[in-house]
């Protein structure tokens, strides 16, 4: 029985999936099962997959097609997992040689539930990776996920197998803040999530991908807050304009001129002191969502690629 169970949710991503896999391969620890799961690729992902399963035992190909990605990390984790430690990953994205390693140590505390670490963003080779994210020194709260959630995504979060299948899993109705839902309920029910300050994942980023879809992404965040408020939490006026602060940095990546500004001045209005809570993320955020209304798009991407 391996220590660790990997679930990678995939559809068409014959294009990364190869990395993703040599990610796992790399790892300092050895005792690991990656459960792919396929959820109809129409391109040579499942093939990709045969061919780094038949060299590797560890690696494996299951099918759960045309229910998306949450119902692809339900149904490996519930189903198909075998360790005791769960983690998630995304089929474009790829793990620090250390992660396994660093999550072990961890999870040596038996009070600890879940864990999760620093992520570099990147576009297209990990080596590029400029930006990391911050781990909040305080202990992870659901104000703080309701904010800008320092988890990240979906391949930060690593569990216990037994506490993710006692959370009932993720929402399979959702396909934006999924992963955020899931965390403010777990959180929420008082099981303790540690950060490391520590690289774990490399995420790739795109301006087209799932996150790009801003519009979409409200209409979930409405969901998220749905979720707090059914365990007596509700978002601080801090939490609303730290968040209103990242969805104009997200428009501005999409080079979209007027969708910054309608983020900023919410973000102010809700809280000015919370937007500048990280003053020059603040400040450069509300210069450039200003400054989009004249300048090119394309130098506002390069600065907030």
């Known amino acids: 029985m391996p220590e660790f169970s990997i679930i990678i949710p995939c559809f068409n991503a014959e294009q990364t999936i190869a990395q993703t896999l040599e990610g796992f391969q790399a790892q300092t620890v050895s005792d690991w099962e990656a459960i792919c799961v396929d959820d109809g690729s129409t391109d040579r992902t499942r093939q990709v997959i045969r061919e780094y399963s038949q060299r590797d035992e560890r690696i494996r190909l ?3 097609p045309s229910k998306g990605p949450s119902a692809a990390r339900n149904y490996g984790a519930r189903n198909l997992a075998r360790g005791k430690l769960l983690s998630f990953c995304d089929a474009d994205d790829i793990w620090h040689p250390a992660k396994l390693r660093s999550l072990q140590a ?16 990147f576009s297209e080779v990990p080596e590029d990776a ?3 994210s911050k781990v909040p020194h305080s202990e992870l709260s659901v104000d703080i996920l309701l904010g800008e959630n320092p988890v990240c995504t979906a391949s930060n979060i690593n569990f216990r197998r037994s506490t993710f299948l006692a959370s009932g899993g993720f929402c399979e109705d959702m396909v934006h803040n999924e992963d955020l839902e899931w ?3 777990v959180v929420g029910a008082g099981h303790k999530f540690r950060g490391l300050n520590q690289l774990h994942t490399y995420y790739r980023t795109s301006p087209e991908g799932l996150s790009a879809d801003l519009a979409a992404m ?3 965040r409405r969901v998220v ?3 707090a408020e059914a365990l ?3 978002p601080s006026k801090k939490s609303q304009a730290i968040y209103s602060r990242y969805l104009a940095r997200r428009a501005l990546r999409m080079g979209s001129r007027l969708l910054p500004l309608r983020y900023v001045l919410s973000g102010l209005a809700a809280s000015p002191s919370g937007f500048f809570t990280s003053p ?3 400040a450069l955020t509300l210069s450039a969502a200003v400054g989009v209304l004249i300048l090119p798009r394309f130098i506002i991407r390069t600065l907030f690629s």
Request: proline share 0%; charged share 20%.
């Open 225 to 227: 807050v749905q979720s």
């Open 130 to 132: 400029a930006v990391v």
């Open 218 to 220: 409200e209409v979930s």
């Open 183 to 185: 965390l403010v309920r």
């Open 106 to 121: 961890a999870f040596a505390d038996q009070s600890v539930k879940g864990v999760f670490g620093q992520i570099a963003f």
């Open 280 to 282: 020059r993320r603040g």
């Open 232 to 234: 007596g939490a509700r």
């Open 62 to 64: 299951v099918f759960n």
